[in-house]
């Protein structure tokens, strides 16, 4: 394919494809993720040294000043192997240096000795972020944030009129690898990355361990279980089970000291973004549904991969929005649990709200005893010891998806859990509250959307996916059953929203007025078609 741009040759030249496809050749590129320590490093290694028939670029990334991974590689194999070496420090990849990552991927492009690229990211990266760097958005984001030197602002010029980073270089594959002895321990911990990586990560980073872990597999094409000496045959067959539930259609690969064969993570031709892009493997089964006999009779529940060693999932799903109580009641204590907020506009706000505490001090007090007395704040130790000890939610790994609570009507509330982490936020806008003009315009898309409408508040519904070892479907359903409105209430709850003489905002008020709501506020209805705001998580607080 020849790219025309007017009269001038374009810098980046148009290599033959090493895969073959039709069109120009795109340099290929595998991302390596994974925690410190994982082996990360060892499997660059054993790249470098294999007989793969590539002239490989490494890029190479840490979060210190010293760059000690690449420092190893340099002296164990760069200057045997003569493959480029490209160090980008003082920051991750996936958060401060991807337009660096976005600058150094395009000029190996212009080198005719480069035939592939293994990048290396860091142990707090998330690989969707790394992936974002070859799509069009991020180019011409990058040229208009103005961060870039001269030289840096000429190639983001030439990459955005290409269509992008994706033009000449690809991503081929994404492996993760995972270290076997602490997998289990990672999905058991309250530790924030700051709380194991200390000043490696910004003071403002405020993601989980167990988030990033469960990011990392999902995400990735390849996953590669290393150190397997170290656990025995019986976890080593609960790992596999774990990763076959939460990433389905990954290549899992066992081994000691990241010894692979380097044909399953170069030139693959795995990775498809929209594909990764559009959630984990195995929230697919959302839509592969069907009735199998469980122990507590017919429940509908996702086409299962295997149930070997007790890994099963299941959907949750009901027509009636939660109590904003007894949800929280169920979840506090057992679940770390966090909420994405807008935080701009606090310090504006905190003015107010002290002008204003004095004199609601007194009129609140007694309540506010009671409420805190009620929900008082626990310590994460106790939180994740609650959890182990209850007989059905101990045995849950991942669940994802989003709920209806009663007093937001308008909007759908995220829902993501990793272990014993719980991370709720505001999703927006149900559907059915969307002019039909703003739907998207596939016509796949519009008939799956119109598929989840039913009865007379459209797609309102809980729809959350829960994976684990031996979980108890029946038990869980009835607990999540317990927190949905009663008959009763849900009478109260549609006479508020059939009353045509009261606006969306009155109606909200009325259901806050009638339902106690201690949860993080949402964006307000105003705000849903305003630009995103800076987001941060708090734990969750009940005042």
């Known amino acids: 394919m020849t790219i025309n741009s007017g009269p001038e040759t374009l810098a980046f030249p148009v290599p033959n494809n090493i895969n073959g496809a ?41 979060m210190s000043s010293l760059n000690i991974d690449a420092t190893l590689i340099k002296n164990h194999h ?4 003569k493959e480029n070496l490209i160090q980008l420090q003082n920051g991750c990849i996936c958060c401060t240096l991807r337009g660096d990552l976005l600058e150094e991927l395009a000029r190996l492009t212009k080198q005719d000795d480069v035939q592939y690229v293994v990048i290396e990211s860091t142990g707090i990266s998330e690989p969707m972020q790394v992936a974002e760097t070859f799509t069009a958005e991020f180019s011409a984001a990058m040229l208009e944030a103005d961060v870039a030197d001269e030289e840096g602002k000429k190639i983001l010029n030439q990459i955005v009129e290409l269509g992008g980073l994706h033009k000449l270089a690809k991503l081929d594959t994404t492996v993760t690898v995972i270290d076997a002895f602490n997998l289990l321990s990672n999905f058991d911990t309250a530790e924030f990355l700051s709380d194991r990586y200390g000043g490696e990560v910004i003071p403002e980073d405020e993601r989980t361990i167990s ?49 692979v064969n380097v044909n399953e993570i170069l030139d693959t031709g795995r990775f498809n973004f929209l594909k990764a892009a559009s959630g984990a493997g195995w929230l697919r089964s959302l839509h592969e549904m069907t009735k199998r006999e469980t122990g507590n009779g017919e429940r509908l529940a996702p086409v299962p991969e295997t149930i070997e060693y007790g890994i099963n999932n299941f959907v949750y799903k ?7 109580r007894r949800l929280f009641s169920l ?5 770390i649990v966090l909420q994405n907020v807008e935080t701009q506009g606090d310090d504006e706000n905190e003015e107010e709200d002290n002008g204003n505490e004095a004199e609601d001090e007194e ?6 005893d009671v409420e805190m007395e009620d929900f008082s704040q626990l310590d994460p130790q106790e939180i994740l ?9 101990r045995p849950i790994l991942r669940s994802k998806g989003f709920f209806w609570l009663a007093t937001r009507p308008y909007q759908f509330g995220e829902w993501s859990q990793a272990g014993g982490m719980l991370t709720i936020g505001c999703g927006g806008p149900w559907f059915a509250e969307v002019p039909d003009e703003a739907w998207p315009e596939d016509a796949d898309v519009r008939k799956s959307i119109e598929d989840d409408f039913q009865g007379p508040w459209g797609d309102r519904r809980q729809e959350i996916v829960f994976i684990g070892e031996g979980i108890e479907t029946g038990a869980i359903t009835d607990l999540l059953n317990e927190c949905l409105l009663n008959d009763r209430e849900m009478k109260v709850w549609e006479g508020i929203m059939k009353k045509n003489r009261l606006s969306k905002e009155e109606k909200q008020e009325k259901m806050m007025q009638t339902w106690e709501d201690g949860w993080e506020e949402w964006p ?6 305003e630009p995103e705001q800076e987001k941060g998580k708090h734990r969750i607080k009940w005042e």
């Not at 320590?37 to 060892?42: M, Y």
């Not at 760069?78 to 192997?81: A, D, I, L, M």
């Not at 009901?318 to 904003?324: D, G, I, L, T």
């Not at 009129?363 to 506010?368: A, L, P, T």
Request: glycine share 4%.
């Open 524 to 529: 307000s209805l105003e705000e849903e078609d």
């Open 385 to 393: 010891s609650n959890r182990r000890s209850h007989p059905v939610l």
């Open 78 to 81: 760069v200057s045997q192997t």
């Open 363 to 368: 009129e609140n007090e007694e309540d506010d």
């Open 318 to 324: 009901a027509r009636r929005p939660f109590h904003p």
């Open 22 to 62: 039709k069109g120009c050749r795109q340099l290929p590129v595998t991302l390596l993720s994974g925690f410190l320590g994982s082996g990360k490093t060892t499997l660059l290694e054993h790249i470098l040294q294999s007989d793969h028939g590539f002239k490989i670029a490494v890029v190479v990334n840490d």
């Open 331 to 335: 979840i506090h204590d057992k679940f």
């Open 211 to 259: 988030d990033l872990m469960v990011d990392q597999i999902e995400f990735a094409d390849v996953i590669i279980i290393n150190k397997v000496e170290t656990v025995d045959e019986k976890t080593r067959e609960r790992i596999r089970s774990i990763l076959k539930l939460l990433n389905p259609d990954a290549k899992v690969l066992e081994t000691s000291y990241s010894k």
